[in-house]
T-cell receptor, first 113, second 113 residues
Framework: AQSVTQPDIHITVSEGASLELRCNYSYGATPYLFWYVQSPGQGLQLLLKYFSGDTLVQGIKGFEAEFKRSQSSFNLRKPSVHWSDAAEYFCAVARGSQGNLIFGKGTKLSVKP | DSGVTQTPKHLITATGQRVTLRCSPRSGDLSVYWYQQSLDQGLQFLIQYYNGEERAKGNILERFSAQQFPDLHSELNLSSLELGDSALYFC????????????FGPGTRLTVT
């Protein structure tokens, strides 16, 4: 069965520092992968997605993610974090042809001034 | 603003009661997905409709049901409510069925007392 693991429950980084959030997936075929962000009291906003092609994908708000098949990973990165990036981040894999998403448990990001 | 609307924003009700949550997808989107977010289970897929027809079912309880109307809005009906049904319920929409970008609404927070 497909699954997504986000090993870090909570990460704190200083403003201006780089960020990497980890995501590992379990899926037999080529995965369709997503990163979403959820600010407090808000819905989920799509940051980026990987369907095929270039393994480094660019998203909104300066985020990027790299798909590594050999490591079953899809880590999210940002070179310089802003205080407004404090939120919870969810990695997800789409389930085959149905399209429904299987989410990781999320990583809460705190940003120190 | 994702373009997906959900009403009501908050709902407080008693055990044993029945409630209806409403979702209007983005203009032009034919697929509607329902997800439940709770502290212990995380984000879980409940059910998907595409152009009025049920397409996929996830971890949806028998006490829960949904439908999509000809104008493409969707309703999620929760009956015989239990304390454990307290959660945030999200609706998401996408243009097509199958793997596609999903845009999430702001959610309905249900509290069962």
């Amino acid at each position: 069965a497909q699954s997504v693991t986000q090993p870090d429950i909570h990460i704190t980084v200083s403003e201006g520092a780089s960020l990497e959030l980890r995501c590992n997936y379990s899926y037999g075929a080529t995965p369709y992968l997503f990163w979403y962000v959820q600010s407090p009291g808000q819905g989920l906003q799509l940051l980026l997605k990987y369907f095929s092609g270039d393994t480094l994908v660019q998203g909104i708000k300066g985020f990027e993610a790299e798909f590594k098949r050999s490591q079953s990973s899809f880590n999210l990165r940002k070179p310089s974090v802003h205080w407004s990036d404090a939120a919870e981040y969810f990695c997800a894999v789409a389930r085959g042809s149905q399209g429904n998403l299987i989410f990781g448990k999320g990583t809460k990001l705190s940003v120190k001034p | 603003d994702s373009g997906v609307t959900q009403t009501p924003k908050h709902l407080i009700t008693a055990t044993g009661q029945r409630v209806t949550l409403r979702c209007s997808p983005r203009s032009g989107d034919l697929s509607v997905y329902w997800y439940q977010q709770s502290l212990d289970q995380g984000l879980q897929f409940l059910i998907q409709y595409y152009n009025g027809e049920e397409r996929a079912k996830g971890n949806i309880l028998e006490r829960f049901s949904a439908q999509q109307f000809p104008d493409l809005h969707s309703e999620l009906n929760l009956s015989s409510l239990e304390l454990g049904d307290s959660a945030l319920y999200f609706c998401a929409s996408s243009r097509y069925t199958g793997v596609d970008e999903q845009y999430f609404g702001p959610g309905t927070r249900l509290t069962v007392t």
